[in-house]
């Protein structure tokens, strides 16, 4: 009776050792997964900024090259401010529309980290951090 009762509890010891690492193991793989899932937002998030600064970049190239122009063509037509003007209002509305396109871009982004705070706060109250 006894060698059955110390089996009975070994095994007991056994099944819930068991239990306890396959938990421990699952904890630590969904903890791998959300840091897989941090290191591409982090990454994406980068790249988005390197992006806006290249286009920050060009733009201020963008506007030496239309002081420049702007002397040479009033240079070699002249001096006719008609035509100047017209071609320093196609670029402000070249430079309007990649504005817009910027700010397109800044609000899809801001959506994007407004999702993912969501998502980490349900995430967060399913597993009780709050």
């Given at each position: 009776?006894?060698?059955?009762?110390?089996?009975?509890?070994?095994?007991?010891?056994?099944?819930?050792?068991?239990?306890?690492?396959?938990?421990?193991?699952?904890?630590?793989?969904?903890?791998?997964?959300e840091?897989?899932?941090?290191?591409?937002?982090?990454?994406?998030?980068?790249?988005?900024?390197?992006?806006?600064?290249?286009?920050?970049?060009?733009?201020?190239?963008?506007?030496?090259?239309?002081?420049?122009?702007?002397?040479?063509?009033?240079?070699?037509?002249?001096?006719?401010?008609?035509?100047?003007?017209?071609?320093?209002?196609?670029?402000?509305?070249?430079?309007?529309?990649?504005?817009?396109?910027?700010?397109?871009?800044?609000?899809?982004?801001?959506?994007?980290?407004?999702?993912?705070d969501r998502?980490?706060?349900?995430?967060?109250?399913?597993?009780?951090?709050?």
């Open positions: 009776m006894k060698k059955l009762i110390i089996l009975s509890v070994v095994a007991m010891a056994a099944f819930v050792v068991s239990i306890n690492e396959s938990a421990a193991q699952t904890r630590r793989k969904l903890d791998r997964k840091n897989r899932v941090d290191r591409r937002e982090d990454v994406r998030d980068r790249k988005e900024d390197v992006r806006d600064r290249r286009e920050d970049v060009k733009d201020r190239r963008e506007d030496i090259r239309d002081r420049r122009e702007d002397v040479r063509d009033a240079q070699h037509n002249g001096g006719r401010r008609d035509r100047i003007e017209d071609v320093r209002d196609r670029r402000e509305d070249v430079r309007d529309r990649k504005e817009d396109v910027r700010d397109r871009r800044e609000d899809k982004h801001d959506r994007r980290e407004d999702i993912r998502k980490e706060d349900r995430r967060d109250r399913k597993r009780g951090r709050f």
